[in-house]
């Protein structure tokens, strides 16, 4: 167990914002409390539909530190992945629709924003991500990204915790701090500078970025500006907000930052193997698999059919631009789910009708 986590956490504007005087839409937020340290970071959504995404950002991150602090327990212990997910997203959408109706805003959709988190409690650890940006473990072997960016058909499009399915793309990651010298979160603006994703590196500066960690809390906040205003911000007239998020586990090994490895080889990935196609593959035996079943003799023999559209339903996520983003549910589930309402309907009219009828005969 390390000696003491050390927390830093900076949200700079980028020129793209300051130039045209409009303000910083990332939001960060590090706090210790109920022995739980936790860094949150999240990136507003920028453009014209988005208009007030720095409120979103802004949100986000108070009601996740507030919910971790408070029950890390609760979602470290339970199994149900889903469940974990499903409440991290009710009380951050709750939270911003209640905003809304405050600021008088016409939607959530108006706060979109990301969210990257990681909570710590002893030697226990919780990181969370929705959208792009990067959260990264430094350890004496090198730099390793514990999530990754999520982009659409482009690096421009990206998933947000406002989509009303944002728990189907939240990533979970329950671990311990055993190997861990420093946890890094940053937000597109920083990442895109040090992450390289052909070949899924992070540059070694991320590791000198975390060491900063150490310093004074002053010093460490003046260090971390100067060299991300210099390095990130001013690299660009059109750099983006950039926000940095560190957990550093002090009495933890440094590791040797010289020796940690700066160029990668591209990976051997198939980008045509996609899920789609997945999919397809399994549907002729799914359909036996059901017709099995159902025990119904007029479609148990698919093995060898040939697969078409009409036996998939395919339903758009709230991100129409990214084909990847696409889930199938077969027709007949959804009539089977629909036959099973109607008879608990009727189920539920003839008890209440037998209820009457013996109320009746009892006061008569």
């Not at 590090?30 to 507003?44: I, T």
């Not at 929705?130 to 982009?151: C, E, F, R, Y």
């Not at 950039?242 to 020796?259: H, M, N, Q, R, T």
């Not at 990935?269 to 035996?285: F, I, N």
């Amino acid at each position: 167990m390390p000696d003491k986590i050390k927390l830093a956490c900076l949200s700079l504007p980028g020129r793209k914002h300051t130039d045209k005087g409009q303000p910083n839409e990332d939001a960060c937020v590090s706090v210790f409390s109920n022995g739980v340290y936790v860094v949150c970071l999240s990136d507003g959504a920028g453009g014209n539909r988005y208009t007030h995404a720095a409120i979103g950002s802004q949100s986000v991150v108070g009601t996740v530190s507030e919910l971790l602090t408070k029950h890390f327990d609760a979602f470290y212990n339970d199994v149900r992945e889903n469940v974990i997910r499903s409440i991290l997203v009710t009380a951050i959408q709750s939270e911003l629709a209640i905003l809304t109706n405050e600021n008088h805003i016409d939607g959530i959709e108006r706060l979109s924003a990301t969210m990257l988190f990681c909570a710590v409690k002893d030697t226990r650890m919780i990181c969370g991500h929705i959208g792009d940006g990067i959260i990264a473990k430094v350890s004496s072997s090198g730099i390793v990204p514990m999530t990754l960016p999520q982009n659409g058909e482009n690096t421009g499009s990206t998933y947000f915790i406002t989509f009303p399915d944002a728990q189907d793309y939240i990533r979970v990651v329950r671990t311990t701090t055993d190997d861990a010298h420093a946890i890094v979160l940053m937000t597109d603006g920083l990442a895109d500078m040090v992450y390289d994703s052909s070949t899924y590196l992070v540059r070694p500066v991320v590791a000198r970025l975390a060491e900063l960690a150490d310093l004074p809390s002053e010093e460490k906040l003046v260090q971390l500006k100067d060299t991300i205003q210099n390095f990130v911000i001013n690299s660009s007239n059109l750099s983006d907000d950039a926000s940095i998020g560190i957990l550093y586990f002090a009495g933890s090994k440094i590791p040797d930052i010289s020796e940690f490895v700066s160029e990668k080889p591209l990976p051997d990935a198939d980008y045509k193997d996609v899920m789609r196609s997945v999919q397809l593959e399994l549907l002729p035996r799914v359909k036996l698999a059901r017709s099995i079943v159902n025990k119904d003799p007029e479609t148990a023999d698919t093995e060898g059919k040939t697969v078409d559209g009409s036996d998939l339903q395919i339903r758009d996520t709230a991100l129409p631009s990214s084909d990847e983003a696409k889930v199938f549910r077969s027709e007949s589930h959804r009539k089977r789910s629909t036959g099973r309402v109607v008879l608990w309907s009727m189920i539920g009219v003839v008890i209440i009708a037998a209820i009457i009828t013996l109320i009746i005969v009892l006061n008569g």
